[in-house]
């Protein structure tokens, strides 16, 4: 996932792949690798080259899917060109794409930034479901229907996607005499975020000494957040977190968990929230697929098979990042073979199976890469059916192109404040005006 928005924020930060080794595609570091060109721009004599321009790592590389589309097509060479970070890699994307110039054949852009390339850049770019082999009904509908304009172009092909589960310490849970069995576990909280916060408070009366029930706040609210129809901006474009109750009810059902002290007082993605994963401060976190590769890369080699992963309350989506084709680039008709070719089910599956990037293309959720997928750190937890049916139940959700900022504004300046002895009032008020300020409202 690669961001380092508060709602997608693990991608800008995490780092390690979902099964195994390597990093993650839609959610992968954009913090550790070196940036730059990772790719020979010049080509071979007489070959068409196709240059990509992404950050964090996509993991098409890395899965040898570069390698094998060469074989097939002897005549292409592909070269990436890679920026680290998210918030360093989109303004030059979008200044690139204003001024037509710069542009690389192939152009990354990450779900947090989509609304807005879609709303305001959409005719530099391909219509990318005009393209041979692309075919609608193989892509999940909520992620087709981000990249699409009102008129119907589609301008980017969904790379991954990051649909929520809840991780959690089994011993923990069974220290704290709650139920250890996955399906139990999924049972306790059903359908109501409510529930789970329940859970916590059960949690909390027997909980091992120095634990939380869960990790941070920001984890909780974006948690919550990511399960709603709507949350910041409504189907017109309007911005109404201050007045959608959903937001405000996520908002006061966070605080309640802070106040009551079942959330640790941490920032994700940040050292001393790594430490509380290493040190075992914590029995539960809303886990998308590639967080299960954080996980692993924080924990102690102790913490191998003592995870699990169970049903989220509700089913939502926490990461994912696109492809795109500006039609200012120097090979176009090639560029949107090759993006349509890296986004089909097949290669999508092998991507997981590798990476542990999970497909944004359903047609790939029944494939062995996927069902058969398991992580060290959760055993034999079906991890690829599990987060298959979140990502199929997913709501389809307005993303706002400032999202982020309101995100982070009710995270960081928000929920946060409250496991620092303000009161939800108080952290409300600021966050609405630390927030109104940034949107110039």
């Not at 913090?31 to 990772?38: E, I, L, Q, R, V």
């Not at 990042?321 to 090759?338: I, N």
Request: glycine residues 12%; charged residues 20%; contains cysteine.
């Amino acid at each position: 996932m690669r961001r380092t928005r508060l709602a997608h924020r693990a991608p800008a930060f995490a780092a390690v792949a979902v099964l195994g080794a390597g990093l993650l595609t839609g959610c992968a570091d954009d913090s550790g690798g070196s940036g730059g060109s990772s790719g020979d721009s010049g080509g071979g004599k007489g070959k068409t080259t196709i240059t990509l321009g992404l950050f964090g790592t996509f993991g098409f590389k890395e899965a040898g899917l570069y390698a094998e589309y060469e074989k097939l097509h002897p005549d292409i060479k592909i070269a990436e060109n890679v920026t680290e970070r998210n918030e360093n890699y989109y303004p030059a994307l979008v200044n690139h794409l204003t001024t037509g110039s710069g542009l690389q054949d192939i152009q990354g852009v990450e779900v947090g930034n989509i609304a807005e390339v879609v709303s305001t850049q959409a005719a530099k770019l391909e219509d990318l479901s005009k393209v041979s082999g692309v075919d609608k009904g193989d892509f999940l509908d909520w992620k087709w229907q981000q990249a699409t304009t009102t008129d119907g172009q589609t301008i980017g092909l969904g790379t991954d996607v990051g649909p929520m589960a809840i991780c959690y310490r089994k011993d923990l849970f069974q220290q704290a005499g709650l139920p250890t069995d996955r399906e139990q576990v999924g049972k306790l909280w059903a359908g109501d975020w409510s529930k789970f916060v329940g859970v916590g408070e059960t949690y909390k009366k027997k909980a091992p000494k120095g634990t939380t029930f869960m990790d941070s706040p920001g984890g909780l609210l974006n948690a919550i957040l990511s399960s709603e129809k709507e949350k910041f901006y409504d189907s017109s474009g309007k911005v109404v977190y201050r007045t959608n109750p959903a937001v405000k009810n996520a908002f006061d059902l966070t605080a309640q968990a802070a106040q009551e002290g079942l959330l640790g007082a941490q920032t994700q993605f940040q050292p001393a929230w790594d430490q509380t994963i290493a040190n075992v401060k914590f029995a539960a976190m809303a886990c998308p697929p590639w967080m299960l590769g954080y996980i692993k890369g924080k924990s102690k080699a102790d913490a191998k098979g003592k995870w699990d992963v169970a049903v989220a309350p509700k089913s939502g989506n926490w990461g994912g990042s696109f492809l795109t084709v500006p039609k200012a680039g120097k090979q176009v008709k090639e560029a949107a073979a090759l993006a349509a070719w890296l986004t089909a089910p097949a290669q999508q599956a092998k991507l997981f199976g590798i990476q542990g990037s999970f497909p944004s293309a359903q047609a790939a959720y029944n494939s062995t890469e996927v069902t058969g997928a398991k992580n060290d750190m959760t055993g034999d937890a079906p991890i690829g059916t599990i987060f298959a049916e979140a990502a199929k139940s997913s709501p389809v959700q307005v993303i706002g192109p400032k999202d982020q900022i309101i995100q982070q504004g009710l995270t960081d300046n928000g929920v946060f404040l409250v496991t620092k002895g303000k009161s939800p009032e108080q952290a409300w008020k600021t966050a609405t005006k630390t927030i109104d300020n940034n949107l110039d409202q």
